[in-house]
T-cell receptor, first 116, second 117 residues
Framework: AQKITQTQPGMFVQEKEAVTLDCTYD???????LFWYKQPSSGEMIFLIY??????QNATEGRYSLNFQKARKSANLVISASQLGDSAMYFC?????????????FGTGTRLLVSP | GAVVSQHPSWVICKSGTSVKIECRSL??????MFWYRQFPKQSLMLMAT?????????EQGVEKDKFLINHASLTLSTLTVTSAHPEDSSFYIC?????????????FGDGTRLSIL
């Protein structure tokens, strides 16, 4: 069963606007971690932000914030004041502690295009 | 932040040759390293999990004899694609992490684009 769902294959946003990238997840564990990564066309995976299942506050890292709604099992990434360099693929991922080696399960990704 | 180095970035070689890809954690001891494969416009597919000093754990459907993984030290893991064929052409990317640290992200290398002619 798919554990991470990203329903938006592509998103468009104008420079300086905010954009929300959706992510829902499915797990029966109480303890888990959620991550967002950015993958530019060059291929590297850049870690953006982390949210722990027990964290009471939404995670923030500069222009990135996470809208974490535990009851709905969603962890949407909000990018404020979009920049042209934000154009990339964005992947939501979940780590479950009971997978032994703490594997990451990735969603299918959302391609974000920022226009001038 | 943590840095993971992956080499080479690009490989083009003839069918039948073996290709070795290195993944190094530069500023931390990586108890666990992961190897992924990514096809164009798709997500990352986990191939195997590598723990220092032990045999790698392969995901279902990944050929152990085709993709040899060695994690000889806390800073180095290697993936060898043996007798590579055109269908092995893909983007391979490694990541490293510290075991038992739930809130620590996997840190990724820059990936290797492998083209088999």
């Amino acid at each position: 069963a798919q554990k991470i769902t990203q329903t938006q294959p592509g998103m468009f946003v104008q420079e300086k606007e905010a954009v929300t990238l959706d992510c829902t997840y499915d797990t029966s564990d109480q303890s888990y971690g959620l991550f967002w990564y950015k993958q530019p066309s060059s291929g590297e995976m850049i870690f953006l932000i982390y949210q722990g299942s027990y964290d009471e506050q939404n995670a923030t890292e500069g222009r990135y914030s996470l809208n974490f709604q535990k009851a709905r099992k969603s962890a949407n990434l909000v990018i404020s004041a979009s920049q042209l360099g934000d154009s990339a693929m964005y992947f939501c991922a979940m780590r479950e502690p009971n997978t032994g080696f703490q594997k990451l399960v990735f969603g299918t990704g959302t391609r974000l295009l920022v226009s001038p | 932040g943590a840095v993971v180095s992956q080499h080479p970035s690009w490989v083009i070689c003839k069918s039948g040759t073996s290709v070795k890809i290195e993944c190094r954690s530069l500023d931390f001891q990586a108890t666990t390293m992961f190897w992924y494969r990514q096809f164009p416009k798709q997500s990352l597919m986990l191939m195997a999990t590598s723990n220092e000093g032990s045999k790698a754990t392969y995901e279902q459907g990944v050929e152990k004899d085709k993709f040899l993984i060695n994690h000889a030290s806390l800073t180095l893991s290697t993936l060898t694609v043996t007798s590579a064929h055109p269908e092995d052409s893909s983007f391979y990317i490694c990541s490293a992490t510290v075991r038992d640290r739930v809130n620590q992200p996997q840190h990724f290398g820059d990936g290797t684009r492998l083209s088999i002619l």
